[in-house]
Nanobody, 119 residues
Framework: QLQASGGGLVQAGGSLRLSCAAS????????LGWYRRGPGKQRELVAS???????NYADSVKGRFTISRDNTKNTVYLQMNSLEPEDTAVYYC???????????????WGQGTQVTVSS
């Protein structure tokens, strides 16, 4: 199970920090990521981070967003700075997880958290 939090309403130029905690019978977590779906748009990858901590960002958020993870807490974060109205979307966390008793990883999704940036 993935539980996301931290969304809200912020003015352009402001900041928000999203968190997403994984729970359950977890053996290991591979990549973690954040996706978003804006109004009338398709879901897109915002940022991802490997198990070794290597990040990857969409061009639209490079230099403004920072993804990080705390493996002791099975949690991924997304620090969003210099927010723009175009960042308005529902943000979803994603985790590639091997659960206890399984040999293969599977993808899990959080419930989504709304981020609204006003101009």
């Amino acid at each position: 199970q993935l539980q996301a939090s931290g969304g809200g309403l912020v003015q352009a130029g402001g900041s928000l920090r999203l968190s997403c905690a994984a729970s359950g019978s977890i053996f290991s977590i591979n990549a973690l990521g954040w996706y978003r779906r804006g109004p009338g748009k398709q879901r897109e990858l915002v940022a991802s981070i490997t198990s070794a901590g290597r990040p990857n960002y969409a061009d639209s958020v490079k230099g403004r967003f920072t993804i990080s993870r705390d493996n002791t807490k099975n949690t991924v974060y997304l620090q969003m700075n210099s927010l723009e109205p175009e960042d308005t979307a529902v943000y979803y966390c994603n985790a590639n997880v091997i659960v206890v008793g399984s040999y293969y990883p599977d993808d899990y999704w959080g419930q989504g958290t709304q981020v609204t940036v006003s101009s």
